[in-house]
């Protein structure tokens, strides 16, 4: 009787009618948009704390248990953080994650490349992503989902806190000054950005995606996910237009950024981004550099030099000595927002108000 009632139980209920999903995602950004979707009704684990880069991470022994143990994986991609692209293989997590830069509708842009291109990513294979059908994922293999036991979660997202991300200013880096631009182990500047999260049109895609994922996952909340979904457009769309306005004065104003991160947004806003301190943010900028960044800053008439807190402003500080240049604080992980439904807007808020603060 006991093994009769257990069989109807597994066929009757979703893979996860007993348990909240548990959503592991690679960075906060990702984190945020995966809140806006799931709410209270599946837990999150973030695999790169807040406070360190995903440029330069190294998983632990508990972040691979993380994903071992997760219904989905969120993750932005291999550009970012190919850290987890092995891991994810050898867990068998492929399938069942969503890839961002994967999804189809996501708009693209290359390092060094003027716009943005809508590369519609035929050559992925990604075919659950190809409509916005939140109930078609029949078609996945998501049975190794049913044993887990969720009741083992590591909720530690600080466990990365201790890297130190300031000794890199003890190194002398003059002799990059010809190879500044090549790739950097761990995260290239070449290719297809991956700072898309700085895009709130691809927001909208990646919100698709999750509800489409969490709709298969924990189908009984169905109607929940897919009001969060409308939710999260609609509050996208007002935050979208408040910040846009809020740019209309400072559009015209040159800067620098630290590391080309930003294109996404500043070209969503049409902001006027004149250069970037380094383009490997690992990498301190050599004598050259700093000679034509200094050039730059006197012949364009910058008004501010945007550091960043995953790095020491350092390397900001002695680049200005001496000069009249304002600088600020630019974060584009979202280190110090609180995770909940709103935090994307939040964030999106926050880094519009870091470009005013200095460009204003």
Excluded at 171 to 195: I, T
Aim: proline share 4%; aromatic share 6%.
């Amino acid at each position: 009787m006991n093994k009769l009632f257990f069989a109807l139980g597994v066929s009757a209920l979703s893979p996860l009618a007993l348990a909240k999903p548990t959503i592991v995602t690679s960075i906060s950004p990702v984190s945020m948009i995966v809140a806006a979707i799931t709410g209270d009704k599946a837990e999150i684990q973030q695999i790169v704390s807040s406070t360190a880069s995903p440029h330069d991470f190294a998983l632990r022994p508990s972040d691979l248990r993380k994903i071992s143990n997760a219904d989905a994986v969120v993750w932005v991609g291999e550009s970012l953080e190919n850290f987890l692209e092995k891991p994810l293989k050898n867990a068998g997590k492929e399938e069942s994650s969503i890839e961002w830069l994967a999804l189809k509708g996501v708009e693209l842009h290359n390092f060094g490349e003027e716009g943005h291109d809508d590369h519609g990513h035929d050559d992925h294979d990604h075919d659950e992503h190809d409509d916005h059908d939140h109930g078609e994922h029949d078609d996945h293999d998501h049975d190794e989902h049913d044993d887990h036991d969720h009741d083992e979660h590591d909720h530690d997202h600080d466990e990365h806190d201790d890297h130190d991300h300031d000794e890199h200013d003890d190194h002398d880096h003059d002799e990059h000054d010809h190879d500044e631009h090549e790739g950097h182990e761990g995260h290239s500047h070449e290719g297809v950005d991956p700072h898309v999260w700085l895009s709130p049109d691809n927001a909208r895609v990646l919100a698709e995606a999750v509800t489409m994922r969490m709709v298969y996952l924990d189908s009984a909340n169905a109607e929940y996910y897919k009001a969060n979904l409308a939710a999260f457009d609609k509050g996208l769309s007002a935050k979208d237009d408040e910040i846009r306005h809020s740019f209309d004065k400072v559009s015209k104003v040159p800067y620098i950024v630290f590391h080309d991160a930003y294109t996404y947004f500043e070209e969503h806003y049409g902001l006027n981004n004149s250069g970037e301190v380094s383009v490997v943010p690992e990498r301190k900028p050599g004598a050259k550099k700093v000679a034509e960044l200094r050039h730059q800053i006197e012949e364009n008439k910058i008004q501010c030099v945007f550091s960043e807190p995953q790095f020491s402003p350092g390397i900001v500080k002695a680049l200005l000595d001496g000069t009249n240049v304002k600088t600020a604080v630019l974060d584009p992980l979202g280190s110090e927002i609180p995770l909940n439904k709103d935090a994307y807007f939040t964030f999106l808020s926050t880094l519009s108000g870091q470009f005013l603060s200095c460009l204003d």
